[in-house]
């Protein structure tokens, strides 16, 4: 399809749409990125705020992405997340055909902390289990997770491979241990250096927080969560 000047429908909207045909035709891949506002000028003939306005459509459309000081990129595919029950990530991967990673940062006995003392009923002197751990989908980093279990029920957990597992799945079914509800509180918090770094995001990057407190099947706060999450690559369902 080509620009049409003399046709009644703007240039943008016409240039919207094929970059859009672009797109879902499969010349751009997820993650690339696109010529510049200069390059697209030239290449069509047309005013950077032609190109501006047909590139701002298709970002509203969550088909592009823009990264400060990177250029545009094409959106890459999202993961659906349900808020109602409990999935774990491995889960939510599985149902959205895509591969589930995981890699370790630590898996420690710290000192507890006082949201521990207050959402899992523990003591001063208790001690927790703090996993923390970077998940992928198809190999792309999306999300932080740092879990506090109790040491007390959960000190095995250090014992666990947990890389490119589900724990929810060795919880399960090494240790018959299962949930019956979560409650969860939804945020926006700007990613840390270490989380950028982690997420492959800019510094202060918006992020989806999400904490999380689980209970088991005695209806017993079990474990307390906070997920940091790339929201290009998220989309919750509630």
């Given at each position: 399809?080509?620009?049409?000047?003399?046709?009644?429908e703007?240039l943008?909207?016409?240039?919207?749409?094929?970059?859009r045909?672009?797109?879902?035709?499969?010349?751009y891949?997820?993650?690339?990125?696109?010529?510049?506002?200069?390059?697209?000028?030239?290449?069509?003939?047309?005013?950077?705020?032609?190109?501006?306005?047909?590139l701002?459509?298709?970002?509203?459309?969550?088909?592009?992405?823009?990264?400060?000081?990177?250029?545009t990129?094409?959106a890459?595919?999202?993961?659906?997340?349900?808020?109602?029950?409990?999935?774990?990530?491995t889960?939510?991967?599985?149902?959205?055909?895509?591969?589930?990673?995981?890699k370790?940062?630590?898996?420690?006995?710290?000192?507890?902390?006082?949201e521990?003392?207050?959402?899992?009923?523990?003591?001063?002197?208790?001690?927790?289990?703090?996993?923390?751990?970077?998940?992928?989908?198809?190999?792309?980093?999306?999300?932080?997770?740092i879990?506090?279990?109790?040491?007390?029920?959960?000190?095995?957990?250090?014992?666990?491979?947990?890389?490119?597992?589900s724990?929810?799945?060795?919880?399960?079914?090494?240790?018959?241990?299962r949930?019956?509800h979560?409650?969860?509180?939804?945020?926006?918090?700007?990613?840390?250096?270490?989380m950028?770094?982690?997420?492959?995001?800019?510094?202060?990057?918006?992020?989806?927080?999400?904490?999380?407190?689980t209970?088991?099947?005695?209806?017993?706060p079990?474990?307390?969560t906070?997920?940091?999450?790339n929201?290009?690559?998220?989309?919750?369902?509630?």
């Amino acid at each position: 399809m080509r620009l049409e000047s003399d046709s009644a429908e703007p240039l943008y909207i016409q240039l919207a749409y094929i970059i859009r045909e672009d797109i879902q035709n499969g010349k751009y891949s997820a993650e690339q990125r696109i010529p510049t506002e200069k390059e697209l000028s030239e290449i069509y003939s047309v005013s950077r705020i032609t190109i501006r306005s047909a590139l701002d459509i298709l970002v509203k459309e969550n088909l592009l992405m823009r990264r400060r000081g990177k250029g545009t990129f094409i959106a890459s595919k999202k993961l659906y997340k349900s808020m109602s029950g409990i999935y774990s990530f491995t889960d939510i991967c599985n149902i959205n055909g895509m591969k589930p990673g995981a890699k370790t940062i630590k898996c420690v006995i710290e000192d507890i902390e006082p949201e521990d003392i207050t959402e899992l009923n523990l003591t001063p002197e208790d001690k927790v289990i703090a996993v923390e751990r970077i998940r992928y989908a198809d190999d792309v980093p999306v999300s932080i997770e740092i879990s506090r279990y109790p040491a007390s029920t959960y000190q095995f957990l250090l014992n666990e491979d947990l890389n490119n597992t589900s724990l929810f799945a060795v919880l399960r079914d090494k240790h018959d241990i299962r949930f019956s509800h979560a409650t969860k509180v939804i945020e926006v918090k700007r990613a840390s250096y270490q989380m950028a770094t982690y997420l492959g995001v800019p510094r202060d990057y918006p992020l989806l927080y999400i904490s999380s407190l689980t209970y088991d099947m005695a209806n017993m706060p079990s474990h307390r969560t906070q997920q940091y999450i790339n929201s290009d690559r998220f989309k919750l369902i509630i």
